[in-house]
């Protein structure tokens, strides 16, 4: 199988001044794309922004995409500019599995707690009810439904807004001096003001600020059309990348109309000039995007071969494609923002294609990983603790981590406390 690339190859290594002032350009998706350009229009005289959309996206699907995929039907062309997003409780459903729940009866005691779920993600079930129903203690019911804190959508679960707040809490990491007082505040929500005077105050309400209410609030939403910015193809031997530009407005500079100027005052001819120079780093700042996203496209294919081909995603960091592009890792994290790519397994976020990580360095799973060795080969006379764990954690990947972060993962990989394990090993 041969990577075969587009004509479309011609990007600057660095990110220039004309992108720099213009990021929003680059964050922006296909369907925003024509609004921050029109923005510009509003005080520019000399710049027209004509649109890239036609008024029936059935004729636009037509047409965009028929040199890049042979289709049966216009059905199909438009079926596969939606992406299917699962509802709320196949998302949930699918995450009822080991190691959160490794037991027959961990899983039958969450589905019923799924049933009781509302559209806004809140648990609306009665506990001591559901745990006399299903012949469990009130205490090992409430339980499994902690457990849920770890799920997607972060918060899910939860009985109220305080618990769905200290869910997500328990979902970051954060110093325990800020982990402290959010709970305060979370606690004591009518009176908030009251801890104003503590040192961490604005940084825990900037983080208060960011959780989600209610917590499936996504699910919520109505699901909306998505156009993707790259196409990979395969076919005939060959996997083909193109970017979708046939959406992306078109940029004109009207020098006709300030040459009627030319024997005007300073003033205006300076205000003529800066305006030329405004909407010309405009047009080189979208046939920018459109090399960074194309190239980005490449990057992808290379990383993640093997998925195109029917393969899993592979662990693929943000810092290793910005190094390879010669970009900032927050360039890169921009341009992947809220764009998408569709090839023959059907359409796929950008972000989807890295994993998610600890610092710039670090993907969790490595974390967990090492989690998992260290406990296989510790002392069963004297099993580690938590913060003996943090210590080796971070000596080897040379981090800082909480050690609320190690607690959080342990329980994910359903592995006891060191008072637990002890017992266990006892018996075992």
């Not at 041969?2 to 004509?7: A, D, P, T, V, Y």
């Not at 995007?289 to 899993?312: A, N, S």
Request: one cysteine or more; hydrophobic letters at 35%.
């Amino acid at each position: 199988m041969k990577l075969r690339q587009s004509n479309y190859t011609t990007v600057k290594g660095k990110l220039s001044t004309t992108l720099k002032s213009w990021l929003p350009i680059l964050q922006s998706n296909v369907n925003e794309l024509e609004d921050e350009f029109k923005k510009f229009q509003e005080t520019n005289p000399f710049l027209e922004v004509k649109s890239g959309f036609e008024k029936n996206l059935s004729s636009a699907v037509a047409t965009s995409r028929k040199e890049y995929y042979q289709r049966e039907s216009t059905f199909d062309k438009i079926e596969t500019f939606s992406t299917y997003k699962k509802s709320l409780y196949e998302m949930l459903q699918e995450q009822i599995a080991y190691p959160l729940f490794p037991t027959e009866k961990s899983q039958n005691i969450a589905m019923e707690i799924i049933e009781y779920i509302s559209d806004e993600g809140y648990f609306e079930g009665n506990s001591q009810e559901l745990s006399d129903k299903l012949n469990v203690s009130f205490e090992e019911f409430e339980k499994i439904r902690g457990r849920f804190a770890y799920l997607e959508p972060v918060g899910i679960g939860a009985k109220d807004v305080r618990e769905t707040f200290i869910f997500q809490l328990d979902n970051i990491d954060v110093e325990d001096d800020i982990y402290n007082l959010i709970t305060k505040m979370v606690e004591d929500f009518e009176s908030m003001h009251k801890f104003k005077k503590d040192d961490n105050y604005q940084d825990a309400l900037i983080i208060l600020k960011k959780f989600k209410n209610p917590p499936a609030i996504e699910y919520l939403k109505k699901e909306q059309e998505v156009i993707p910015d790259i196409f990979v193809d395969i076919s005939d031997g060959f996997i083909e990348i193109n970017l979708n530009d046939k959406y992306y407005p078109n940029l004109k500079i009207d020098t006709k109309s300030a040459s009627d100027y030319e024997n005007s005052t300073t003033e205006i001819k300076e205000f003529i000039s800066g305006k030329l120079k405004e909407a010309k780093d405009l047009v080189d700042a979208l046939e920018m995007r459109k090399g960074t996203v194309y190239k980005i496209g490449l990057m992808i294919v290379e990383h993640q071969y093997d998925f195109f081909l029917g393969g899993d995603i592979k662990p693929m960091r943000l810092k290793d494609l910005a190094e390879d592009l010669d970009y900032n890792q927050s360039t890169i994290s921009r341009a992947i923002s809220n764009k998408y790519l569709e090839c023959n397994r059907g359409v796929f976020s950008l972000k989807g294609f890295f994993s998610t990580a600890i610092d710039e360095d670090l993907s969790n799973s490595s974390i967990k990983d090492y989690l998992k060795e260290i406990i296989k080969d510790e002392n069963r006379e004297k099993p580690m603790s938590d913060n003996k764990m943090l210590d080796l954690i971070e000596k080897k990947f040379t981090i800082k981590l909480s050690r609320r972060t190690i607690t959080k993962y342990r329980k994910q990989l359903n592995i006891s406390s060191s008072s637990e394990r002890k017992k266990l090993y006892k018996l075992g």
